[in-house]
């Protein structure tokens, strides 16, 4: 087994046994703006992935246990990789749980959930996961450079901007793609959005990386 491998086990054990409010609350939060209005599944999406990447750094970092990290026989490439592909698997299960949420919509209200029908079931995939991983890519180099204490009040407020610009979006979108489905590439659009993910979370690890190689702990 790889130390990459062992380095996401032993953070998927400590999520799941000393972090259960962490997984907990973004369960329920999840299942509330995925339920409650189908306009805020992007956000739902976001705040998966989010609350649990950046709940286990702030533990760690509360609690000193980042500083022993390093002190590990691996290396700080090994670490950094880890995070990322543990924000990946996060993000595609709860994109994959969110679809479903949107599926079972689409079964019993087909009239709420007429924008998601008409984006096709891989588009609206597509789009989740391009969206969180853009977003996810943005937090972990301010984090890993800034740490997550003094940068709590800054991704408070990027939520808000993603919260305020997807619900915003989604009602625009509403109204506008019944009307103009026959002129749009929607599948374009899909795998733009998860491409530009993809490439932002790949730039993402490159920035997180130099700022690990070049971060001193005390």
């Not at 996401?8 to 962490?22: A, D, S, V």
Request: aromatic share 12%.
């Amino acid at each position: 087994m790889s130390t990459t491998t062992l380095l996401i086990r032993k953070e998927l054990m400590y999520l799941f046994r000393n972090l259960k409010f962490t997984w907990v609350t973004t369960l329920i939060l999840v299942l509330v703006f995925a339920v409650v209005y189908p306009g805020a599944n992007l956000v739902a999406c976001i705040i998966g992935p989010y609350m649990l990447v950046y709940g286990v750094m702030a533990h760690e970092e509360q609690s000193h246990s980042d500083v022993l990290n390093y002190t590990l026989p691996v290396s700080r490439r090994e670490l950094c990789r880890s995070k990322y592909l543990l924000g990946m698997i996060y993000t595609l299960v709860v994109a994959i749980g969110v679809l479903g949420i949107l599926a079972i919509g689409m079964q019993l209200a087909p009239t709420r959930y007429e924008m998601f029908r008409v984006l096709g079931t891989f588009n609206v995939l597509y789009i989740l996961i391009g969206g969180a991983l853009t977003y996810t890519a943005l937090i972990i180099p301010i984090i890993y450079k800034f740490g997550c204490i003094k940068m709590r009040m800054i991704m408070a407020l990027t939520y808000g901007v993603v919260f305020g610009i997807s619900f915003s979006v989604t009602n625009i979108l509403k109204e506008v793609i019944p009307q103009v489905s026959e002129d749009i590439n929607f599948s374009l659009i899909g795998g733009c959005t998860l491409t530009i993910g993809i490439i932002a979370y790949v730039i993402s690890y490159v920035i997180s990386l130099n700022i690990l190689k070049n971060k001193e702990y005390k």
